[in-house]
């Protein structure tokens, strides 16, 4: 049994997003001529703080995020992104050291962190057991919990990441959640900052 932390991978975007997004939107006011250099920027910033956002979906972003289970099911309830997630039906975790992530709330020592830790190494050693008693991978991931470790992609436009990031780093969202979205935005950021500085 192995127990590890989240991890957030980028994977590419849309070349050049801010100059996509200026032609997509000019074309909305007919001003294509006034297309230079330095105009992407300007005139992205000016969509986003009138709330014309429709237009930054003409541009996309995927990451790679390595997280439990548990994360990739409020992941998976934004429909707009694409996804393409491991298969616990597929993938047999027979013979391997299975991999679980470290809640970011508990800490070495704390009583809830030790009975978490206990019921993964069980939850392991059972599915073993059942796999070596015939049980197929899809049998046998009835016991698995919520933080066994899966890799999921993500691609999404501009818009879905900014409305997944408003709900999903928000105080009141599971703590494993904004953990893991915190280390997109903060990405994202870097990247697109004319899109995301406000988020």
Known sequence: MKIIKPSVEFLWSTPNPLQEIEKAGRTCYKSEDKITDGSAEKF???????????????????????CDRGVTHEIVRHRIFSFAQESTRYVNYKGTDMQFIR????KDGDYCYSNW??????????????IKDGASPQEARSVLPNSLKTEIVITGNLREWLHFFKLRCAPAAHPQMREVAHMMLEDIQKRIPVVFDEV
């Not at 992205?44 to 390595?66: C, F, N, Q, W």
């Not at 809640?103 to 508990?106: D, G, T």
């Not at 830790?117 to 059942?130: A, F, I, Q, R, T």
Request: charged letters at 15%; a positive charge.
């Open 44 to 66: 992205v910033k000016m969509l986003v703080s009138r709330g014309h956002t429709a237009m930054i979906e003409h541009a996309s972003i995927s990451y790679k995020v390595i």
């Open 117 to 130: 830790y206990h019921g993964c190494h069980h939850s392991e050693k059972l599915y073993n057991e059942m």
């Open 103 to 106: 809640p970011c709330f508990w």
